[in-house]
């Protein structure tokens, strides 16, 4: 019997348009709204028409140089109407897009591009330094494009066919067809591809359309990282459906940001307490023109309560929500008319999400309030981690995605966000897994044993600190350490401090008592603040 992957093409004998494919919105935009603005790229605009008319021709060039339905496109880039029209030709033709983080070091990329397997890596200028030191760690790289109509949209490579299969087939997309591969940490050093279809993306999208309203008349600003699923599926994608107009942003500048939602008009917006913190203490924060912003929604991380009060107090209504690669991202969610009154809560479920309660010992399922592990189950739960189908049992129980997370339910069935079960920590809406930073540091001469935290951090959520037990007669210091992660690791994994330890606390099974480390943490910097007793 051959085993498939869950991008393998299903084999249906009648091949059938799905209903729910991404591929048809930009058409049906044009058809209704042509002229409208559905991209506002640093003052560039691209109307719906040259929108659907762009990612068509893309689609057609695509297919027409032997690309077929579950390929995939890896891309180097940051956020762009390139990107976007890169995007929809990939949803029309079925292929796979793969955002890949700009933020991550050339090993990382190398990483994430072995465990892809695209047929092609599309480029932008900026980073094009970047892709070439990751792609010499390849034995096989894939061909290389540049974005936009001077790149990929006027000259597509032929594939680089995958190592695991044969040329696809060139059919009508399905709704169970491969839309994202979306990287997200884990528990493990490995990183981990999730799989989102177009039936994922449609409902994801629906729901969020029944608690968070876009409309034709919306101008949304979207900051998040088109490498990040909330950079499509928290509004982005809503305001493309729904004919509404999408001011890109590439990087985020706290200053610029309150200038863009007061020069134009800007309705609605998505980010992560950090963004929305460094808002908030910009010298022209209490002085900007707040008035359009009816709507904000905050995700990747809970919200500090002061933070959210700052916010309500200049009139803005922040959605607070709960979500996760796997489900789409969105699972829970907290209504603007709750917002002042459930200040930390992280909402209840979105519509056509279904969550589940369980003991996290026994996973037995908990009635009424309580506290225990979530599981998620609905249409917009993934289908699997790519090429890994013991991860993907291990996560998908009977239907039910386990999110690892600790949350506690009041008796009016909303949900506030207690603890990650896992270890991931969080920092600045980016998931970090410190066995990543702990296998690098273990490279180090001078590392005998260590261990990562993630520790409280005002601006940032979380940040990591790593404690490591000196290796006798190696010479050592901070400085040196956290180069050596600088030069292997993302910027934001890199550990804010790396402190000498005698042992690493262990349990008896030899797993890391990361709690212990934390409350040490915790004492040092309450003494060092005169707080001790």
């Not at 200040?343 to 908990?366: C, F, K, N, Q």
Request: with cysteine; charged share 25%; net charge negative.
């Amino acid at each position: 019997m051959t085993e498939t992957h869950p991008l393998d093409p299903h084999p249906h004998d009648t091949p059938h348009d799905g209903l729910h494919t991404l591929g048809r919105w930009t058409g049906d935009r044009a058809r209704a709204t042509p002229e409208r603005i559905a991209i506002d790229d640093r003052g560039v605009e691209l109307s719906y028409r040259e929108l659907h008319d762009r990612a068509s021709r893309l689609a057609r060039r695509l297919r027409g140089a032997g690309y077929g339905v579950g390929d995939r496109i890896a891309t180097l880039t940051g956020n762009s109407a390139d990107h976007v029209v890169l995007f929809f030709a990939c949803a029309q033709a079925g292929l796979v897009l793969v955002p890949l983080s700009w933020r991550l070091s050339p090993r990382e990329i190398a990483q994430e591009l072995e465990l892809s397997d695209p047929a092609l890596l599309v480029v932008e200028d900026e980073f094009a330094s970047l892709a070439a030191a990751s792609l010499e760690r390849l034995l096989a790289p894939p061909p290389r494009a540049g974005v936009g109509s001077r790149g990929v949209e006027s000259a597509v490579p032929a594939p680089l066919r995958g190592r695991l299969e044969d040329a696809p087939p060139q059919r009508p997309v399905r709704d169970d067809d491969a839309l994202l591969l979306m990287f997200t940490s884990g528990t493990l050093a490995a990183p981990k591809g999730v799989i989102l279809t177009h039936a994922n993306c449609f409902w994801t999208n629906l729901a969020l359309s029944r608690t968070a309203e876009i409309t034709s008349q919306d101008t949304v600003l979207a900051v998040m990282p088109q490498y990040h699923v909330g950079g499509w599926n928290v509004q982005p994608l809503l305001a493309w459906w729904m004919g509404a107009t999408v001011v890109l942003e590439r990087t985020f500048d706290p200053g610029r940001v309150l200038h863009l939602i007061a020069d134009r008009g800007i309705t609605t917006t998505m980010g992560v307490p950090a963004n929305y913190l460094l808002l908030a203490e910009h010298p022209d924060f209490a002085s900007t023109d707040l008035s359009t912003l009816r709507h904000a929604i905050v995700g990747g991380a809970p919200m500090p309560e002061p933070l959210l009060r700052t916010w309500h107090a200049r009139g803005v209504a922040l959605t607070q929500g709960y979500g996760l690669t796997e489900a789409s991202p969105n699972v829970l969610c907290l209504p603007d008319e709750d917002a002042r009154r459930r200040v930390g809560s992280a909402g209840r479920p979105y519509p056509h999400v279904e969550v589940l309660l369980v003991d996290s010992v026994t996973s037995e399922p908990i009635e009424g309030a309580g506290t225990g592990e979530l599981l998620v189950r609905g249409p917009s739960v993934f289908t699997g981690y790519f090429r890994d189908a013991a991860q993907t049992a291990a996560t998908l129980t009977d239907g039910w995605l386990r999110t690892g997370d600790l949350m506690a339910r009041d008796d009016d069935g909303y949900y506030r966000v207690i603890d990650r079960i896992k270890d991931i920590f969080i920092t600045g809406g980016e998931s970090v897994a410190p066995a990543e930073i702990e296998a690098v540091l273990f490279e180090h001469a001078a590392v005998a044993d260590v261990a990562v935290i993630g520790v409280p951090d005002e601006r940032w959520g979380e940040v990591p600190v790593a404690y490591f037990v000196p290796r006798s007669g190696v010479p050592r210091d901070e400085t040196a350490l956290r180069e050596h992660c600088a030069a292997r690791l993302a910027r934001f994994k890199v550990p804010t401090r790396i402190l000498e330890i005698e042992a690493i606390p262990r349990s008896g099974a030899d797993k890391v008592r990361r709690r212990d480390l934390l409350e040490a943490w915790s004492g040092a910097q309450l003494a060092a603040t005169g707080g001790a007793s």
